[in-house]
């Protein structure tokens, strides 16, 4: 790794793996305190680090001023010290770390429109039972693909129902956008976004659950693949 890219005093963004079989990851702050060839010294992280996260995949990233992108570096939780001398006179808790990457881009952003994996429990179905294609959702909208072109104006108001986790919800919406596009098979094929109207807060609070869920997952395969 070059030493310039992640040096010490720089506060950092940890992604850190918590369950590789869930797929789960949390968001976590440190600062630098040291960089070697081999090795990574963070301060003890907020939240803090247990001894629990020894061995665990890490993500250690942050913002390049000069283009807005946030680039970094993949590393593993060798070590949770509580004493790590930082002065002669001064020892701190602190995390270490053996890195195991190249530099590279990160997205560690809870996007508010995400595209489904293919078995994500999630399904969209128009007033006439058709399921159609999620192409990506949102707390706000969904955008979907679909075969019958012409079926949809801008602005024409639609009922659709949501299968979320086993949950069903009638949900209102409004056609803001449509483009057409032909499949590798040369079928049309229709791609309409559509903006919920009037959804209630638990159906909103719903969705915001299941969009950052969906972001969580993408982000754990782009951070640990």
């Known amino acids: 790794m070059n030493e310039d890219v992640i040096?010490?005093?720089?506060?950092?963004?940890?992604?850190?793996?918590?369950?590789?079989?869930?797929?789960?990851?949390?968001?976590?702050?440190?600062?630098?305190?040291?960089?070697?060839?081999?090795?990574?010294i963070l301060s003890q992280t907020t939240p803090a680090m247990l001894s629990s996260t020894t061995g665990k995949r890490i993500a250690v990233t942050y913002i390049r001023k000069t283009d807005n992108t946030r680039i970094g570096v993949s590393a593993k939780v060798d070590k949770i010290i509580k004493h790590y001398k930082l002065s002669h006179d001064r020892t701190v808790p602190a995390v270490i770390l053996s890195y195991s990457s190249q530099v590279r881009k990160y997205n560690l952003r809870f996007a508010f429109r995400v595209s489904p994996p293919k078995n994500y429990n999630i399904k969209l179905a128009l007033a006439n039972d058709d399921v159609v294609d999620i192409i990506d959702i949102s707390a706000s909208g969904v955008r979907f693909a679909h075969k019958r072109l012409g079926k949809f104006d801008?602005?024409?108001?639609?009922?659709?129902?949501?299968?979320?986790?086993?949950?069903?919800?009638?949900?209102?919406?409004?056609?803001?956008?449509?483009?057409?596009?032909?499949?590798?098979?040369?079928?049309?094929?229709?791609?309409?976004?559509?903006?919920?109207?009037e959804l209630e807060e638990s159906v909103s609070d719903d969705l915001v659950r299941a969009v950052r869920e969906i972001e969580r997952k993408i982000a754990y395969k782009q951070l640990f693949s």
């Open 7 to 40: 040096k010490p005093g720089m506060n950092v963004d940890c992604a850190i793996e918590l369950d590789d079989r869930n797929e789960s990851l949390e968001i976590r702050k440190g600062l630098v305190y040291d960089v070697t060839a081999k090795n990574i």
């Open 154 to 197: 801008i602005d024409q108001e639609i009922t659709m129902t949501l299968s979320l986790n086993d949950k069903l919800y009638t949900i209102r919406g409004r056609v803001v956008r449509r483009d057409q596009d032909i499949s590798i098979t040369l079928k049309k094929i229709e791609y309409v976004a559509v903006q919920f109207l």
